[in-house]
Each structure stands twice: as structure tokens, then as C-alpha cells.
């Protein structure tokens, strides 16, 4: 049975950072996401990690103040999060497959998701 659970979500003011943490289980994964849903707004794509290579994707709203990384061995992502701001407020939901094909950027390449956790940031 696969298991997708993120962690780490909270209130933050602005300027502030927050890492958040997903441990997936239950098959050999190849890629796994970040994703956000801001109120009002479609699920949006955040960062990728996929391997062997560990080469990484960014959205341009969080590049160079976003890092995603992975521990192989514990099949856990994190994703550090620093200058938060009031845009960033959102649900962030963590996404993993067993495939290495299809558009990393995209929601429906991702075949396994958590529950999210809700990050929110104060100004």
C-alpha cells in the first residue's frame, strides 16, 4: 500500500522560513513534487526532485528562496522554504510516481498524493 504524509506546515510571519517534510512508502519512487493550493486558486506546481541525478525543477515564484531536497534512504522530501511571504500562503501537497515520463511541472504525472498541510503566513 503506498503512503504519501506530509509535515511541517504552521503560521509564519513574513520574512520567515519553514521547512516541510513528506514520507513516502510502499514502491520505488522516481519523482516527487511539491504542489500548492492557494485559496481561490488551481493547484499550482512548486519543485521537483527526481532520480538518479537528484536533478531539481523550480516554479519562477519560488526560485532562489525555495530548496527541495531528499533522503534516499529514509524516502523522505523537504522542502525549505525561506523569505515567505503572504503569496505563499497555501496548502502544500507532496506528489510522487513510480515513472520517470510525462511533464514534471504537471499535476497529472503524479500518481500519489498526501492530504497536504497548510502553510500560512502573516504579514
Known amino acids: 500500500q503506498v503512503r504519501v504524509v506530509e509535515s511541517g506546515g504552521g503560521l509564519v510571519q513574513a520574512g520567515g522560513s519553514l521547512t516541510l517534510s513528506c514520507v513516502a512508502s510502499?514502491?520505488?519512487?522516481?519523482?516527487m513534487a511539491w504542489f500548492r493550493r492557494a485559496p481561490g486558486r488551481e493547484r499550482e506546481f512548486v519543485a521537483s526532485i527526481q532520480w538518479p541525478g537528484s536533478s531539481t525543477t523550480y516554479a519562477n515564484s519560488v526560485k532562489d528562496r525555495f530548496t527541495i531536497s531528499r533522503a534516499a534512504a529514509e524516502n523522505t522530501l523537504y522542502l525549505h522554504m525561506n523569505t515567505l511571504n503572504s503569496e505563499d500562503t497555501a496548502i502544500y501537497y507532496c506528489a510522487t510516481t513510480d515513472s520517470h515520463f510525462g511533464d514534471i511541472s504537471s499535476r497529472s504525472t503524479y500518481n500519489y498524493w498526501g492530504q497536504g498541510t497548510q502553510v500560512t503566513v502573516s504579514s
Open positions: 510502499g514502491l520505488s519512487f522516481a519523482r
